[in-house]
């Protein structure tokens, strides 16, 4: 699938923004624009809130996504939420826009339901006895049989560690939608 929804569902400390932040490293190796709703350092990212998502979603093609804990902006009790529905309608058009979406949550349930019936696939991340090495499951949502597993693959994040902030905490109070910025570790306070 070339423009896939995917979500990495995991307990707390399981290496979901560990694993996101990885990606985003590599997408934007590979030429690819950023957006993540946390701070990454030494990856050229804009940053946006839900919010700044919804109110500069003209603006959002030829990009990946990467919302960690997607359930603060779009909670499966708030669905009738204005910015959750919006949020809805930016997953149902992911392919036209051409843009991949990584999303986080501790519980799938969580995530609003419209959003859930759009994700391929899911990913179950667990942190291995190696500190930052990750065993990674994948599953196909769009089976018949959800609990298809599809693909296993380790992921080392140790280089990756240091590129965001373990302890940031997701907000949507704020409309933020950045121009293009490069943190380094050294902004990390």
Sequence with gaps: MEYPIIGVIGIRGSGKTLLTTGLANMYHNQ?????ANYDLYDIPFRKASFSGCINNFDKLYDSV???????????????????????A?????????????????????????????????????????????????????????IDT???TFIFDGRPYYDRYDTDEIVRDDAEIFTEVMLKTKKDKK
């Design 65 to 87: 996504l990467v919302f960690d804990e997607i359930q603060v902006g779009a909670h499966a009790y708030d669905f009738y939420r204005k910015g959750v529905r919006a949020l």
């Design 31 to 35: 030429g690819k624009h950023i957006i």
């Design 149 to 151: 597993l599809v693909n």
């Design 89 to 145: 309608s930016l997953a149902e058009q992911m392919r036209k826009r051409r843009i991949i979406l990584y999303f986080t949550s501790q519980h799938f349930k969580k995530v609003a339901v419209q959003i859930r019936r759009e994700t391929n696939y899911i990913i179950l991340p667990q942190m291995s006895e190696i500190n930052c090495v990750i065993s990674c499951n994948v599953y196909d949502q769009n089976s018949m049989d």
